[in-house]
């Protein structure tokens, strides 16, 4: 029996009233009395009919993860380090000059992060005043505009056209003076959809901050870190949580212009690393061929994915460059499959809003799991 997979943070939330009490009210700011979680709170396993899952096996294609897991070595050291008791290197020197090799950038533009969602939020917080704006162009994770809530800031979405694609000039016109901070994600979250260079460049040139979060580089293998020793307002971030298999030990970086990695290094908590992430990150940069062959087997999986969901009646899946593919439903509610799917243990995503309407994400997943949602998708057929 597969154990009983923790805390999803992207389902949706359940609505949580604000509680009131005399301090809360007289010291929290008022900016955030309206904020609702973006954290999930719908655990799997924990609906009723979660319950009647045939032998509590689960099928977990809901969080972009990497079914494989992390690379057994990773295991192994986490086993035998032996200094825990000892707070680990604020400066993450190794584990920064690691980085800086597998980026093949310097290690003086590297920072660390628990997950890239800290350095999301570590950026927000040094450049953002109250008042200032971003611009994220959505549908899009949805981070970068609760990070800037948070940090007293407004987000400005600017729709992807037809294809998903950025569109640039929107993105001129929607800058403020007050806007400091342009997010591309490439490849996008929920999309799968690159954004190339040129437009990257074309965004550069507005003098903004520019974030592209390569959180799914390593299934895409395009990247534009290496533009960052050429423009003083490039940051890249990227992340352990998807191709690595260490969602569940948080370990992110960004890669960006020296003077950004000091002023970084100022504000972030001194250990914001822990000791087991440092050394799983380090472990998994010794391991990147058995990485890679799971990230590969991933590849074949979600284009297998996609062919086999372009032959369901009722979707039209969208071509994938990250480890997930996205799919329109029509003539169903896609909130209705994914309730019926996790009645047979099979988690997957599913989105309703102005901008994607009654959608599904499917991770990609072992050649079983496409197996068992595609067997599942198609009883509804017809
Ligand atoms: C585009 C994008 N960026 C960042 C993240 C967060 O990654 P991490 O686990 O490193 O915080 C995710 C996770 O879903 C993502 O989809």
Same mark, same amino acid.
């Given at each position: 029996?597969?154990? *009983?997979?923790?805390?999803? *943070?992207?389902?949706p939330a359940?609505?949580?009233p604000r509680r009131?009490?005399?301090?809360?009210d007289?010291l929290?700011?008022r900016?955030l009395?309206?904020l609702?979680?973006?954290?999930?709170?719908?655990l799997?396993g924990?609906?009723?009919q979660d319950?009647a899952?045939?032998?509590g %096996?689960?099928?977990?294609?809901?969080?972009n993860?990497?079914v494989?897991g992390c690379?057994?070595?990773?295991?192994?050291a986490? !086993?035998s380090?032996?200094?825990?008791?000892i707070?680990p290197d604020?400066?993450q *020197?190794?584990?920064?000059?690691?980085l800086a090799d597998?980026?093949?950038?310097d %290690?003086?533009s590297? @920072?660390?992060?628990? /997950?890239?969602?800290e350095v999301?939020d570590?950026?927000l917080?040094?450049v953002?005043?109250p008042g200032d704006?971003?611009?994220t162009?959505?549908?899009?994770?949805?981070?970068?505009?609760f990070?800037?809530?948070?940090?007293?800031?407004r987000?400005i979405?600017v729709p $992807?056209?037809?294809?998903?694609?950025?569109?640039? $000039?929107?993105v001129?016109e929607? &800058?403020e003076?007050?806007t400091k901070?342009?997010?591309?994600?490439?490849p996008? #979250?929920?999309?799968?959809t690159?954004?190339d260079?040129?437009?990257?460049e074309?965004l @550069?040139?507005?003098?903004?901050?520019?974030?592209?979060d390569e959180a799914y580089y390593?299934?895409?293998?395009?990247?534009?870190?290496d533009?960052v020793? !050429?423009f003083? #307002?490039?940051?890249?971030? +990227?992340?352990?949580?998807?191709w690595?298999? @260490? %969602?569940?030990l $948080?370990i992110?970086?960004?890669i960006?212009?020296p003077?950004?990695r000091? +002023?970084l290094m100022?504000?972030?908590p001194?250990? #914001?690393i822990?000791a087991?992430a440092?050394?799983?990150?380090?472990e998994?940069?010794d391991d990147i061929?058995?990485?890679?062959s799971?990230?590969? %087997?991933?590849?074949?999986?979600?284009?297998?994915?996609?062919?086999m969901?372009?032959?369901i009646?009722?979707l039209e899946?969208v071509p994938?460059?990250?480890?997930f593919?996205?799919s329109?439903?029509? /003539?169903r509610?896609?909130?209705t499959l994914? +309730?019926e799917? !996790?009645? +047979?243990?099979?988690?997957? !995503?599913h989105?309703?809003?102005?901008? @994607?309407k009654?959608?599904?994400?499917i991770?990609?997943?072992?050649p079983?799991?496409?197996?068992?949602v &595609?067997?599942?998708?198609?009883?509804?057929?017809g």
């Open positions: 029996m597969s154990p *009983r997979p923790p805390a999803q *943070r992207d389902e359940v609505k949580h009131s009490s005399p301090a809360i007289r929290e700011r900016d009395r309206e609702k979680p973006y954290e999930p709170i719908m799997p924990t609906l009723p319950a899952i045939d032998g %096996a689960v099928v977990k294609l809901d969080g993860e990497n494989y690379s057994p070595r990773v295991a192994a986490l !086993r380090y032996d200094q825990y008791h707070y604020p400066e *020197r190794d584990l920064r000059q690691a597998y980026a093949n950038v %290690a003086a590297v @920072l660390a992060g628990a /997950g890239s969602d999301i570590l950026l917080r040094l953002l005043e704006s971003i611009i162009c959505v549908p899009t994770f949805g981070m970068y505009a990070n800037t809530q948070v940090c007293g800031g987000a979405e $992807r056209d037809e294809r998903y694609q950025i569109d640039v $000039r929107r001129a929607a &800058i003076p007050a901070v342009i997010f591309v994600a490439s996008n #979250n929920p999309t799968g690159l954004t260079r040129r437009a990257v074309e @550069l040139d507005t003098g903004r901050l520019v974030v592209v390593e299934f895409s293998g395009l990247t534009v870190a533009l020793s !050429r003083d #307002n490039l940051v890249v971030l +990227r992340t352990f949580s998807k690595a298999g @260490l %969602a569940g $948080r992110g970086y960004g960006m212009p003077a950004f000091e +002023r100022v504000i972030k001194p250990y #914001n822990s087991a440092q050394v799983a990150a380090l998994s940069l061929e058995y990485l890679m799971t990230v590969r %087997a991933l590849v074949t999986e979600r284009d297998r994915l996609y062919h969901l372009q032959q009646g009722f899946p994938s460059q990250a480890n593919v996205l329109h439903v029509s /003539g509610e896609a909130v994914q +309730r799917l !996790r009645k +047979r243990g099979i988690y997957i !995503r989105f309703d809003t102005p901008l @994607l009654n959608s599904i994400r991770s990609a997943g072992k079983e799991h496409t197996d068992a &595609i067997d599942a998708l198609k009883t509804w057929e």
